[in-house]
């Protein structure tokens, strides 16, 4: 028993969820769920923990330094506490989904637990809910149908203003290389890039490099940021990277022609183990990403797309609504008169211990109804009734 409340706080970035916003969550998260289940995605529930040389294998390598962890008491060997289910998902492409048709659409829901807060996160555990699309034939294709598959069941919760920023973290990459720069160098300039600074990369490449600095001047909206990067001297990946790019955004505009598009070649930072075509998803007076996600080499043997959408920015973004009533069943009322209350939509609060006053005991527990000579009563607020 807790009876200090100094050994009740919770470490840095950790919270607790309370009614009413626990539901609330679970409301939003069940909607995604369909969404995705209505399009042939299918959920899957990996562990929250696993043995860390199967965890931090692939890409689950590039978020290694975000990942906690412990020894397991039973194996002696170590354990990972997940800070992302995408590297678990392709786990489960590679292992126990490898026989299932391809391309493979699953769905996941679940808490993630990372060392410290990112740079638009301010939790370290939290819940995401996203999408996989591993092994499609067609990557262009799978890449537009996982963005507009995250647009739309953001607009199906209610959300309007919906930015989709669409980036490309290898092109630096591939412009770096072909300029051979160091592999620390190539750091430098790429971590440069993603803060916009200008100087920082001239220090490294100087001032005549118009590629690199044609990244930072080309962000923007997604047509005009196309035919920027149209005029530099991309060399070949890099120029394969631009296509592929440009045949995204016009097969987005066919299918959703108001969706708005911006493009940030120079942007880099989230998309560790991203390869391709990669995609933020933000809105109108959220303080960061709604989600995020792209192209990544699921195993050594398939590529895939897929999206991580963060459920603590949706839950603050997205108002609630207003739950059931509550209604207070006093003392001894019958169980077929609460069947039937909670079967016409009534949240039904049953009263324990007889009450010397109903209406008292039934706004304490938050009512705001009450059931009286076999009919449901509104009940008055103290101002009303008198009450002092």
Known sequence: MIDNLEDAVLPSGLSDLLPPFAAHEEELAAKLRNCFGSAGYELVKPPLIEFEVALLKGIGADVAKETFRLMDPVSHNMMAARADITPQVARLAWTQLRQAPRPLRVMYDGEVLRTSVG??????????????????????????????????????????????????????????????????????????????????????????????????????????????????????????????????????????????????????????????????????????????????????????????????????????????????????????ISNKLREAGWIVVHGLVPESDIESEGRRLLCSHFWVEDEVCPLPNPQESGVK
């Open 119 to 336: 740079r638009s996160q301010q939790k370290r555990g939290f819940r995401t809910v996203g999408a996989e699309l591993i092994g499609s034939a067609d990557a262009a294709m799978a890449d537009v149908e996982v963005i507009l598959l995250a647009a739309e069941s953001l607009l199906g919760l209610g959300i309007k203003d919906l930015t989709v920023d669409i980036n490309v973290p290898s092109m630096a990459q591939f412009i770096c290389s072909d300029m051979k720069l160091s592999p620390a160098e190539m750091q430098h300039v790429v971590q440069a890039l993603s803060r916009k600074d200008r100087s920082a990369i001239e220090k490294v490449v100087g001032d005549t490099e118009d590629r690199l600095l044609g990244l930072l001047a080309a962000g923007g909206n997604a047509e005009e940021c196309l035919e920027k990067l149209k005029q530099l001297s991309l060399p070949d990946e890099a120029a394969l990277l631009n296509t592929r790019l440009g045949e995204v955004v016009s097969l987005i505009r066919k299918r959703q022609p108001a969706l708005k598009l911006t493009v940030d070649p120079a942007e880099t930072r989230g998309f560790e183990y991203h390869l391709g075509v990669s995609f933020a998803v933000f809105a109108t007076g959220a303080p960061s990403e709604l989600g995020m996600g792209g192209r990544y080499q699921s195993n050594k043997n398939e590529m895939a797309t897929g999206f991580t959408l963060f459920m603590d920015v949706l839950t603050d973004l997205v108002p609630r609504k207003n739950s059931a009533q509550r209604l207070y069943l006093p003392f001894g009322a019958s169980s077929g």
